[in-house]
């Protein structure tokens, strides 16, 4: 059994991944698709299209709006019909370009062959262009435009390359297909990665209820013979493939409060963004699909379907039989840090990696009581908060002390919501504490720089 793991707090959920089984499969292409503006961290990106327009798989939609932000590509060919808000699956409105389906036409600069191209080119900033040109974003949840974090600050170097392959989450196995699937193509992205950051070593981490996904990369990394990329055996435990945790379980290194991997020397992307990494460099293809997990014990069938990026929820549901009577609850993403679903009618977004569906008595709660200060919801925290006291401070509205008691490094990973006896809704709570802190954070910032400039005039 592996050793591999990280140092303080955790929780041992259920895997659950009975989707494991099922080989990833293209979805239909929608008649219609939306892409969000704002489908990464940063600025939204801006439209660069105009109604009537037509366009082309693969053809620019969006520019980035700003440095941390991403361009967006045309995941279908057609004409764009809409530039405007639309709701995404939190009811919120997000700017989206509607493109009505007419066919299946790619842009000529995208090499649709199944041949894997293993040669890098040498020319490291040429690289990070190419993942800034392909709209290439983090898709193990965080959706941080990749070529700014292949670009460490002056001052900061990187050490290691980490390639988290946990997929640590209950129920999710779209990285677990991806590795077996595209398990070379992952590899060379992974080389491309450690090639960018100086020839770094870099570490593919699985956890050992993967064990072929651990047998088959090493297999693939000897057959293309890479130098300097290893497979490392992970130990079980959520949320191992949170980025301080994992920094923590292969490197021993603690990131700081508020600091980036980066300053302990750390790089970490997710398996899929390693293959997005491929894809953009050796392919010249954007992401316009990503692999989603479509699963719970009330659907008939489990799937993992590639999916055109801005494809309607509801499509994907009618894929694997529609939505079953006995669903109760539909989550983007796993049962511990997925968001619920309040409109089906949105679209995916890059990031989208699951939807999980869950019956009433899957989802019950036990109604909240008061703490009993037993602790467990500190011992599980995996990043040595004090939930219980967060939990008071948010309902008190005591900002200033939630700051000081680091609410913002909260990963919003639910380990404290799930030990919590007293059935108290810890996650939510902190998630609106953590929300309020931010923006008084950024309220500082702005009558900060506010004060600066009347001091210049
Ligand atoms: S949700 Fe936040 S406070 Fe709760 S265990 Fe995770 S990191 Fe700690
Ligand atoms: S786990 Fe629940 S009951 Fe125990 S200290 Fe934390 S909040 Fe209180």
């Given at each position: 059994?592996s050793?591999h793991?990280?140092?303080?707090?955790?929780?041992?959920?259920?895997?659950?991944?009975?989707?494991?089984?099922?080989?990833?499969?293209?979805?239909?292409?929608?008649?219609?698709?939306?892409?969000?503006?704002?489908?990464?961290?940063?600025?939204?990106?801006?439209?660069?299209?105009?109604?009537?327009?037509?366009?082309?798989?693969?053809?620019?939609?969006?520019?980035?709006?700003?440095?941390?932000?991403?361009?967006?590509?045309?995941?279908?060919?057609?004409?764009?019909?809409?530039?405007?808000?639309?709701?995404?699956?939190?009811?919120?409105?997000?700017?989206?370009?509607?493109?009505?389906?007419?066919?299946?036409?790619?842009?000529?600069?995208?090499?649709?062959?199944?041949?894997?191209?293993?040669?890098?080119?040498?020319?490291?900033?040429?690289?990070?262009?190419?993942?800034?040109?392909?709209?290439?974003?983090?898709?193990?949840?965080?959706?941080?435009?990749?070529?700014?974090?292949?670009?460490?600050?002056?001052?900061?170097?990187c050490e290691r390359v980490i390639i988290n392959g946990c997929?640590?989450?209950?129920?999710?196995?779209?990285?677990?297909?991806?590795?077996?699937?595209?398990?070379?193509?992952?590899v060379?992205?992974a080389?491309?990665l450690r090639?960018?950051m100086?020839?770094v070593p870099c570490t593919i981490a699985i956890?050992?209820?993967?064990?072929?996904?651990i047998?088959?990369i090493r297999?693939?990394i000897?057959?293309?013979?890479?130098?300097g990329i290893e497979v490392m055996s992970m130990?079980?435990?959520?949320?191992?493939?949170?980025?301080?945790?994992l920094i923590?379980a292969v490197m021993g290194r603690?990131?700081?409060?508020?600091?980036?991997?980066?300053?302990?020397g750390a790089v970490v992307q997710?398996v899929?963004?390693a293959?997005?990494?491929?894809?953009?460099?050796?392919?010249?293809?954007?992401?316009?699909?990503?692999?989603?997990?479509?699963?719970?014990?009330?659907?008939?069938?489990?799937?993992?379907?590639?999916?055109?990026?801005?494809?309607?929820?509801?499509?994907?549901?009618?894929?694997?039989?529609?939505?079953?009577?006995?669903?109760?609850?539909?989550?983007?993403?796993?049962?511990?840090?997925?968001?619920?679903?309040?409109?089906?009618?949105?679209?995916?977004?890059?990031?989208?990696?699951?939807?999980?569906?869950?019956?009433?008595?899957?989802?019950?709660?036990?109604?909240?009581?008061?703490?009993?200060?037993?602790?467990?919801?500190?011992?599980?925290?995996?990043?040595?908060?004090?939930?219980?006291?967060?939990?008071?401070?948010?309902?008190?509205?005591?900002?200033?002390?939630?700051?000081?008691?680091?609410?913002?490094?909260?990963?919003?990973?639910?380990?404290?919501?799930?030990?919590?006896?007293?059935?108290?809704?810890?996650?939510?709570?902190?998630?609106?504490?953590?929300?309020?802190?931010?923006?008084?954070?950024?309220?500082?910032?702005?009558?900060?720089?506010?004060?600066?400039?009347?001091?210049?005039?």
């Amino acid at each position: 059994m592996s050793k591999h793991t990280f140092s303080i707090g955790g929780v041992h959920p259920h895997d659950n991944k009975i989707s494991r089984d099922c080989p990833i499969r293209p979805l239909p292409l929608p008649p219609t698709v939306y892409l969000a503006m704002s489908q990464h961290i940063g600025a939204p990106a801006k439209p660069v299209v105009a109604v009537g327009d037509k366009v082309n798989v693969g053809q620019v939609v969006a520019e980035p709006g700003g440095f941390v932000s991403a361009f967006i590509h045309s995941s279908v060919s057609g004409t764009v019909k809409s530039i405007g808000p639309r709701k995404d699956l939190a009811g919120n409105p997000v700017t989206c370009v509607e493109i009505a389906v007419e066919g299946d036409e790619w842009d000529e600069s995208i090499d649709r062959s199944e041949d894997l191209v293993t040669a890098i080119p040498s020319d490291n900033k040429a690289i990070i262009e190419k993942i800034r040109l392909g709209g290439v974003v983090g898709l193990g949840g965080a959706t941080f435009p990749t070529h700014v974090k292949l670009m460490p600050p002056p001052g900061s170097k990187c050490e290691r390359v980490i390639i988290n392959g946990c997929e640590c989450e209950p129920y999710l196995t779209s990285d677990f297909r991806t590795l077996l699937e595209k398990g070379e193509q992952v590899v060379v992205g992974a080389a491309i990665l450690r090639q960018v950051m100086g020839n770094v070593p870099c570490t593919i981490a699985i956890e050992e209820n993967k064990p072929e996904a651990i047998v088959h990369i090493r297999e693939v990394i000897a057959k293309l013979g890479y130098e300097g990329i290893e497979v490392m055996s992970m130990k079980m435990r959520y949320p191992q493939g949170g980025e301080k945790q994992l920094i923590d379980a292969v490197m021993g290194r603690q990131v700081g409060s508020g600091a980036l991997p980066i300053s302990v020397g750390a790089v970490v992307q997710n398996v899929a963004t390693a293959l997005a990494v491929y894809d953009a460099v050796q392919k010249n293809k954007p992401i316009i699909d990503n692999s989603v997990t479509v699963t719970g014990g009330c659907l008939p069938e489990q799937a993992n379907l590639l999916v055109r990026v801005g494809t309607p929820l509801q499509m994907i549901l009618d894929a694997v039989g529609g939505v079953p009577e006995s669903a109760a609850k539909i989550i983007s993403g796993g049962p511990m840090m997925g968001k619920a679903v309040v409109n089906l009618e949105a679209a995916t977004v890059k990031g989208t990696g699951a939807l999980l569906l869950l019956t009433e008595a899957e989802t019950r709660r036990g109604s909240a009581s008061a703490c009993i200060r037993c602790g467990k919801c500190a011992d599980a925290c995996p990043m040595g908060l004090e939930p219980f006291l967060l939990n008071r401070l948010c309902k008190a509205g005591d900002l200033e002390a939630l700051e000081a008691n680091a609410i913002q490094d909260c990963i919003e990973c639910g380990c404290c919501l799930y030990s919590c006896p007293a059935n108290i809704p810890l996650l939510d709570n902190i998630r609106l504490g953590k929300g309020a802190v931010l923006g008084a954070i950024r309220a500082r910032a702005v009558a900060a720089k506010a004060a600066a400039e009347a001091a210049k005039q």
